[in-house]
């Protein structure tokens, strides 16, 4: 029974290893899509989340430590908004608007690292002042065709990818399929390192 579990489950590895290959482009060279870390790192990361999911707020402390301690990685977050809070698509939005104003990493880091659960959406814009946005310049670029287009994108690609829940890591060209409390960040970075040609 156990060599017929490993079976299925390497077949299903197979299957969404095949996915993520034929989506790479979408995936890793989307120039809407914001990102932290090393713009030209070796190791890159894709990383389905919502700015409510308690699930992603837990694991945000070690993506920021994995961040520091290793300057070969980028990291892609893509916006993913499933959970029901009104604040969810707002943030998405928001974080996205703020790329125009190079301001991504931080607030991007600020809004998953807030204590509030769920978060209020009056605290999406303040947390865009404490990090330096300019608010207004924010509201108004949030409501771009643009930015709900690439909202639009990132759940097309998550359906494609058959990504349900956040957070959900894509390491190596791999979905890591553990549940994120249980997530070695250090240790996937590695084999996917070791593995490349």
Same mark, same amino acid.
């Given at each position: ?21 034929k989506?790479?482009?979408?995936l ?13 790192g070796?190791?890159?990361?894709v ?9 992603t707020?837990?694991?945000e402390p070690?993506v ?11 990291? /892609?977050p893509?916006?993913?908004? /499933? ?12 974080a996205?608007?703020s790329?125009?104003?190079?301001k991504?990493?931080?607030y991007?880091?600020a ?23 300019d ?9 771009a065709?643009?930015?709900?287009a ?13 990504i349900?829940?956040t957070?959900?890591f894509?390491?190596?060209?791999? /979905? ?19 593995a490349?040609?």
């Amino acid at each position: 029974e156990q060599a017929y579990q490993a079976k299925i489950d390497a077949d299903k590895a197979a299957a969404s290893d095949k996915l993520v290959a034929k989506n790479a482009d979408a995936l890793f060279h989307d120039p809407a899509s914001g990102f932290l870390g090393n713009a030209n790192g070796d190791v890159t990361i894709v990383q389905f989340f919502d700015y409510n999911c308690g699930f992603t707020k837990r694991a945000e402390p070690r993506v920021e430590a994995l961040l520091k301690a290793d300057p070969n990685v980028k990291l /892609i977050p893509r916006e993913f908004t /499933i959970e029901p809070a009104e604040s969810s698509p707002i943030a998405g939005r928001a974080a996205l608007a703020s790329i125009a104003q190079g301001k991504y990493a931080e607030y991007h880091q600020a809004l998953l690292m807030a204590p509030e659960h769920p978060l209020p959406t009056p605290r999406v814009f303040e947390i865009a002042t404490s990090v330096g946005l300019d608010v207004a310049r924010l509201k108004k670029d949030m409501e771009a065709p643009a930015i709900y287009a690439q909202i639009i994108a990132n759940f097309n690609l998550a359906r494609a990818l058959r990504i349900f829940q956040t957070p959900t890591f894509i390491i190596g060209g791999h /979905i890591v399929t553990q549940p994120s409390a249980q997530i070695d960040f250090p240790a996937l970075v590695a084999a996917a390192r070791a593995a490349k040609p």
